[in-house]
């Protein structure tokens, strides 16, 4: 479901960038999604989602059902009359968001302009994907996640249908994506609750902050707003500072995030959707032997398919740009451009996955504030190497110094991963399982393979933009088919089974 999704959305901005291209009015749109999106991840897919799901499954484990839907209703009513109320303020300082997160725009009235009132309908998002997610959070944890994981593919519907058939009648067509993500937010919502309908666990909201429930996971969710989304406010600190560079520097940040949210999509975040009710459980039950085995199954797998996903966008970052973007208004430029700061990013891949898989560790165990100390020191790292790599190149005038934003938060991101994994080694909380020395030895090999079949044999750029649609998708399908042919027949050749995996 969640590989549904991502070729959805990978299609949906491949229509972005035929209609929109890269302009000063995809990067309004792109400022007033993010920020939304933004707190969805904060406070939805992040922080309320792992402090609400460790909470609601000991309550499952340890509790009647009436305290489960007790728990459920004034978690609803709770969340529902703050995101309400935040929605509200959200909209009416719009023009406020927008100096706050892109204050480059000023200097430009329209642009600011545009971004303020698209940023007015799109910020309710947050209220409507927050209580989607606390309904994901319910179903995850009686291990349904087909549903959960199939609802952004309503948003991606909603903003192509806008896009294609909405966006004539607007004056400003940019405007119809904003009203498809109002529409999305709604529909994803109602979606899941006939599947609540057929658990018995439809909320009934009540407002009771004093509630036990609700004050267990407000604890764990202030720390682990900032502990959970680190990656996110790296991101957004880079739209910020991009706002200050050349039209076209946000558009080409998010068109190369998009390729990288691909993989880390299908596998990080749905490895940890689904190993987080695991851990929640074995914690609940006291099983720390079955804890640490989870975190080392997990890793396993991620490095297994982390490092020949990075090699592939680092060296493919051109023919997919040029092969999912390079239409009507998107051009070459663009493509060269995206595909800069697309290698920055690819490079940060396995610390992304890394930090989904780690992060679990420590929520699961309802402990929020180690995460917290560890995206501090991530995020003040993040911030200094944005200034180290992007004013030396605007200074010597450059090109690219948005790569300089990527860089720095893949940067950020390994020391992020890196102290995430010592704190729990450190406590003893994870313990490395056997097997960890053959399959270096496995991936090492395969991935060398692989990348100098590419190196080798990949055209340049140039060759790209010449040939028609039909013949760049062949030919990246066919380096991509051959590329992890190679990857798992040398993987293979060299001892690999995938019985080594089982949990």
């Not at 992060?359 to 995020?379: E, F, H, L, S």
């Not at 605007?394 to 010592?422: C, D, F, I, K, Q």
Request: aromatic letters at 14%.
């Amino acid at each position: 479901m969640t590989l549904l999704s991502r070729v959805l959305g990978l299609v949906r901005d491949i229509i972005f960038a035929a209609f929109f291209g890269a302009s000063g009015g995809t990067d309004a749109f792109f400022v007033a999604f993010k920020i939304p999106n933004f707190m969805r991840r904060l406070f939805a897919e992040g922080a309320f989602s792992q402090s609400f799901v460790p909470v609601f499954s000991e309550y499952k484990e340890t509790r009647s059902r009436e305290a489960l839907q007790d728990l459920i209703d004034h978690v609803a009513g709770t969340l529902g009359g703050i995101l309400l109320f935040i929605s509200a303020i959200g909209s009416l300082a719009a023009p406020l968001l927008v100096v706050l997160f892109a204050p480059g725009f000023i200097d430009e009235p329209e642009r600011y302009q545009l971004t303020s009132e698209m940023l007015t309908i799109t910020f309710p998002y947050i209220f409507f994907i927050a209580l989607t997610a606390f309904a994901g959070g319910i179903l995850n944890s009686y291990s349904q996640f087909a549903v959960p994981a199939f609802t952004p593919v309503l948003l991606n519907i909603c903003l192509i249908g806008a896009t294609v058939w909405a966006s004539p009648y607007f004056e400003q067509p940019i405007m119809a994506l904003a009203w498809g993500v109002a529409i999305a937010g709604l529909s994803q919502l109602l979606f899941q609750f006939p599947f609540l309908l057929k658990l018995h666990l439809m909320p009934r909201p009540r407002y009771r902050k004093q509630h036990e429930g609700v004050k267990q996971i407000t604890q764990l969710m202030i720390p682990a707003i900032i502990g959970s989304s680190v990656a996110q406010i790296n991101l957004l600190l880079d739209t910020i500072i991009a706002s200050f560079l050349i039209a076209g520097s946000v558009s080409w940040l998010y068109y190369s995030d998009r390729l990288v949210e691909f993989p880390l999509g299908i596998f990080g975040i749905a490895l940890a959707t689904v190993i987080l009710p695991s851990l929640s459980k074995q914690h609940a039950r006291q099983s720390a032997e079955a804890f640490s085995h989870t975190l080392d199954w997990a890793l396993k797998l991620v490095m297994l398919i982390a490092l020949p996903a990075t090699i592939g966008l680092f060296l493919l970052s051109g023919p997919l740009l040029a092969t999912l973007f390079n239409y009507g208004e998107f051009n070459l430029h663009d493509a060269e451009m995206a595909s800069m700061s697309l290698m920055a990013y690819a490079v940060g891949l396995p610390a992304f996955i890394f930090i989904k898989i780690l992060a679990p560790g420590y929520y699961a165990r309802q402990d929020t504030k180690t995460p917290v100390r560890i995206a501090i020191k991530a995020m003040i790292s993040n911030m200094f190497l944005n200034v180290l790599f992007v004013v030396p190149m605007v200074l010597m005038e450059m090109e690219g110094p948005h790569t300089g934003l990527a860089l720095a938060t893949s940067a950020s991101a390994y020391l992020n991963a890196w102290l995430l994994y010592r704190g729990l080694r450190q406590q003893a909380i994870y313990t490395p399982g056997p097997g960890w020395k053959p399959l270096w030895f496995y991936i090492t090999g395969a991935n060398l393979a692989m990348m100098v079949f590419l190196l080798y044999f990949l055209p340049p750029l140039t060759s790209w933009n010449a040939w028609n649609l039909t013949d760049r998708i062949s030919t990246l399908l066919g380096f991509v088919t051959i590329a992890a042919t190679i990857y798992f027949i040398v993987i293979f050749l060299l001892g690999f089974r995938p019985k080594q995996l089982r949990q």
